[in-house]
């Protein structure tokens, strides 16, 4: 045991020790690392006493940055060096890796990385490295960090170090112009990501579509109207510029699905080989603030926002902070700005009216409307090309499809190679026409027709709808008499004998069908009343929402009437309940993604909700089998396909008995 005294001394000697490391710390305070040895030497002035500019680079132009720094470099007569101190110097800031009591930063190797520089080649970059020249006579220290999710700030970033304030100011001038003079985004297509950081913009070089007139089938003049529009006044900017005329301009393209809004933007993309292009869709809408300072940096440009309703529509049903970044965008750039803004829509009637009327933000709105007769045949002809079908059997399936799409067309006649293909055969038949034409013109693929963008059909009295799927799996002992697969894939358990009854067939005398009823006394208006209600987590009924308003509006993408008045009833029950929910509501409107929201629902609804989700996965799975889908897309529906099956689990779970 310790007495008092000896309590005493340990006590003693401890304030000892700790005035003896507070000595030393101070008499190494301003002692320079082996680094900052070799940097005083090199601006002929202690580097401790000189101050630090830093400045901050955009992700997406760390590339130009580095391009910058080694002409800079060179032309200076420096040198790059790295630093050693492993992960230690990630943490410290430039003034830290040069004095201070416990460090030993000294000159090492230099740590790269590879950066794309276009759709098809990459640049070794430097992430972390230290230059030391000169500019215009006067010695320059550049430390050169890379982004990095261990360090903080996350964001790269260049800190310039010189004892005249002057030079320091205009060697960063002269990076800030060499980035944009030798950038690599100029000329390319680009699309914007986020980058591990999060919030940040990490930029995807995509290849550039080749994409010729002959292969869009549109109405006559239409798609000579959006070239001249994008593409002329491109062209001639400088006559319009002579004449005080502006060239900013903004082009909205829109119709249903599957019509060709897509392809007549490939097809500008591919009319314009020198203009720097930017292409968001969907999430990557949001930024939209750098793809409009990309645009601005590098004009002429084109800027792409697919789907624009995902962020513009109106704001008493869905607010959404990201359509404010877009006006902005759009009010924001010059008149004289040789830019166009190229947006597409399946939902016109849903548009903010400040970004679909206003002059200044888009001034020339074009359908794309589902095709005549004449250019039907057309889009059969074109996607039955190399394929030894006879020209009246082409003619014949044409005509059938009346209200049909391109989408249409291509999903046919790819349907009719895969029955050849089944087969063992190389060569599809006409007989696989007509067949493959049939399944996709029964009544109960009107929901699929649907989503292809074809017209609906006036429905009978009293129809039903039924779940189709392709393939079967394997259910869980025990578990709900239907069940769906991660796929989304859909069927029960016979409960008279064990098996399992795959939905893959449809009619009204289909065994193991789900039907429900669908009241048409006024197509545009279901009145049903709720019988109960049902417990969403708010990140399956964000899906849910989502696929409702997809696929059911009449105006907007041509839905069977009773389908559109169904999904507009639950989405109006979801926003009653979202109105009248006690906790915190997000920036949306919605709860919070942690929260549940109990929806009120009449009978049959559930079963309702897995037919228009089953569907989209249908959809999805389509789109993911492209061979040449973009990456960022690829993710997109990736991510929406995982969010699909986890929403058809939830409520396949929860179907009455």
């Known amino acids: 045991m310790l007495d008092d005294d000896d309590r005493a001394l340990m006590r003693a000697m401890s304030r000892y020790f700790e005035t003896v490391n507070r000595v030393v710390a101070d008499d190494r305070a301003g002692e320079r690392t082996p680094l900052g ?84 080649a990459q640049r070794r970059v430097v992430s972390f490295g230290v230059r030391l020249l000169a500019f215009d006579g006067h010695p320059l220290v550049i430390v050169q960090r890379s982004a990095n999710p261990r360090s903080m700030p996350s964001q790269p970033q260049l800190e310039v170090i010189g004892a005249d304030p002057d030079a320091t100011a205009a060697a960063l001038a ?30 995807t070089f995509l290849p550039r579509p080749e994409v010729g007139a002959d292969d869009i089938v549109l109405g006559e003049g239409v798609l000579q109207r959006i070239v001249d529009h994008v593409v002329g006044i491109g062209d001639h900017r400088e ?9 900013k301009r903004g082009v909205l393209l829109y119709g249903p699905p599957g019509t060709g809004k897509t392809l007549t933007v490939r097809h500008l993309l591919a009319r314009t080989p020198e203009t720097t292009a930017v292409v968001l869709t969907g999430s990557s809408i949001r930024f939209i603030t750098a793809a409009a300072e990309i645009a601005r940096t590098f004009a002429p440009a084109l800027v792409v926002l697919e ?48 970004l679909a009327a206003r002059p200044g933000r888009v001034d020339l709105g074009v359908e794309i409307p589902l095709p005549d007769d004449a ?18 059997a082409i003619e014949a399936a044409a005509d059938r499809a009346q209200g049909t799409t391109g989408s249409f067309a291509k999903e046919l006649l790819r349907g009719t190679v895969l029955r050849a293909a089944v087969r063992g055969e190389e060569a599809p038949t006409d007989d696989d026409l007509t067949a493959a034409l049939d399944e996709l013109l029964d009544s109960g693929a ?26 079967p799996f394997v259910p869980r002992p025990g578990g709900p008499s239907m069940q769906v697969s991660p796929s989304g894939e859909i069927g029960y358990h016979d409960e008279t004998d064990g098996h399992w009854v795959a939905l893959d067939t449809v009619g009204d005398d289909t065994v193991g069908s789900i039907a429900f009823d669908q009241e048409v006394e006024d197509p545009l208006v279901d009145t049903s009343e709720p019988t109960h209600e049902l417990s969403f987590p708010m990140p399956v009924w964000h899906t849910v929402y989502a696929e409702l308003g997809n696929t059911g509006s009449v105006e907007r993408v041509g839905g069977d009437p009773v389908i559109a008045a169904r999904t507009e009833r639950l989405q109006a029950a979801g926003s009653a309940a979202a109105a009248r929910h006690p906790g915190p509501l997000a920036p949306s409107g919605w ?19 897995v037919e228009i989700l089953a569907g989209g996965q249908r959809v999805t799975r389509g789109i993911l089998a492209e061979p040449d889908l973009p990456d960022h897309v690829r993710r997109e529906q990736e991510e929406s396909f995982t969010a699909g099956a986890e929403a058809l689990r939830f409520i396949a779970a929860r179907l009455p008995d």
């Open 37 to 120: 040895e070799e940097l005083s030497a090199h601006l002929g002035v202690d580097v401790t006493t000189l101050p630090v500019t830093t400045e901050t680079l955009s992700a997406h132009r760390y590339v130009d940055a580095d391009i910058a720094l080694d002409e800079l470099t060179e032309r200076g007569g420096g040198r790059l060096i790295g630093v050693t101190g492993g992960e230690q110097r990630l943490h410290v800031s430039a003034s830290e890796l040069f004095a201070g009591p416990y460090s030993h930063f000294a000159p090492g190797p230099v740590s790269y990385e590879s950066r794309d520089v276009s759709a098809t």
């Open 174 to 203: 002269e990076i800030r112009r060499l980035m944009i003079e030798r950038s690599v985004l100029r000329g390319h297509v680009l699309s914007f990501v986020p980058t591990e950081y999060g919030h940040e913009a990490g930029a």
């Open 239 to 247: 006559a319009l510029r002579s004449a005080g005329q502006h060239l």
């Open 307 to 354: 789907d624009i309703d995902l962020v513009a529509a109106d704001r008493g049903f869905s607010p959404e902070p990201v359509l404010f970044d877009v006006l902005d965008a759009l009010d924001g750039l010059e008149p004289d700005a040789d830019i166009a803004f190229v947006m597409t829509t399946n939902h016109v009637q849903i548009l903010e009216e400040a």
């Open 375 to 392: 250019d039907r045949r057309r889009l059969f002809r074109r996607y039955a090309q190399g394929l030894p079908l006879s020209a009246e």
């Open 446 to 471: 009107a929901l699929t027709r649907v989503l292809l963008g074809a017209r609906p059909e006036t429905p009978p009295p009293s129809p039903s709808a039924y779940i189709a799927t392709e393939t």
């Open 591 to 609: 709860p919070l993604d942690d929260a549940e929201l109990p929806v009120s629902l009449a009978d049959g609804d559930e079963e309702f909700l």
